[in-house]
């Protein structure tokens, strides 16, 4: 089945550095989610990739959506405390059901 | 828009009882609602796809019976965990679909803790 492999599993940085993490499929996707789970909440959406190829931003996030379509990449400039959590990449699983398959997760952690 | 609430927000029940769980998308009709379990550390994973006025689709090796889905309208959906047991101690969190053209789009509710003693 389709699987979504996430990585790093965990970061701990130093406030202001840049991060980045990745996420790779054994199949292909034609779309690609990253979501932020602060703890005790539940994934809130931050960038949603429709394309391949495409790179969109969201203030300090940036995502690409790589040209095979297996893999993805989430970047966060210039990281603040707030930026503490775990991150998940996503894509659908079948066909416009909005049922997703979620990566492992990366847990950042930013030190003051 | 586009928010799902869920209730409670964390329960603790005995051993042997059983436990609801209401999500309910409330600016929008969700066409789909889907519950997800998430253990500490962990992803999040798909337990069942609930379509309004059907019965649910269960994931493998997720017990229907243990774990009753209703989905009586388009903006609730409930999850009961029934003779809940310690192991079933989890974070249950829902989410729900709208489709747009050939879109669908998830949003997800804040989680509901459990915890069975």
């Known amino acids: 089945g389709q699987q979504l492999n996430q990585s790093p599993q965990s970061m701990f940085i130093q406030e202001g550095e840049d991060v980045s993490m990745n996420c790779t499929s054994s199949?292909?996707?034609?779309?690609w989610l990253w979501y932020k789970q602060d703890p005790g909440e539940g994934p809130v959406l931050l960038i949603a990739?429709?394309?391949?190829?495409e790179l969109t931003s969201n203030g300090r996030l940036t995502a690409q959506f790589g040209i095979t379509r297996k893999d993805s990449f989430l970047n966060i400039s210039a990281s603040i405390p707030s930026d503490v959590g775990i991150y998940f990449c996503?894509?659908?699983?079948?066909?416009?059901?909005?049922?997703?398959?979620f990566g492992q997760g990366t847990t950042l952690q930013v030190k003051p | 828009g586009a928010v799902v609430s869920q209730h409670p927000s964390r329960v603790i029940c005995k051993s042997g009882t059983s436990v609801k769980i209401e999500c309910r998308s409330l600016?929008?009709?969700?066409?789909?609602m889907f519950w997800y379990r998430q253990f500490p550390k962990k992803s999040l994973m798909l337990m069942a796809t609930?379509?309004?006025?059907?019965?649910?689709?269960?994931e493998q090796g997720v017990e229907k019976d243990k774990f009753l889905i209703n989905h009586a309208s388009l903006t609730l959906s409930t999850l009961t965990v029934t003779s809940a047991h310690p192991e079933d101690s989890s974070f249950y969190i829902c989410?729900?679909?709208?489709?747009?053209?050939?879109?669908?789009?998830?949003?997800f509710g804040p989680g509901t803790r459990l915890t069975v003693l």
């Open positions: 609930s379509n309004e006025g059907s019965k649910a689709t269960y």
């Open positions: 989410s729900a679909a709208t489709s747009k053209g050939t879109m669908s789009s998830s949003f």
């Open positions: 990739l429709y394309k391949a190829g």
């Open positions: 600016d929008f009709q969700a066409t789909t």
């Open positions: 996503a894509g659908p699983s079948g066909s416009n059901t909005g049922k997703l398959i």
């Open positions: 199949s292909i996707f034609n779309t």
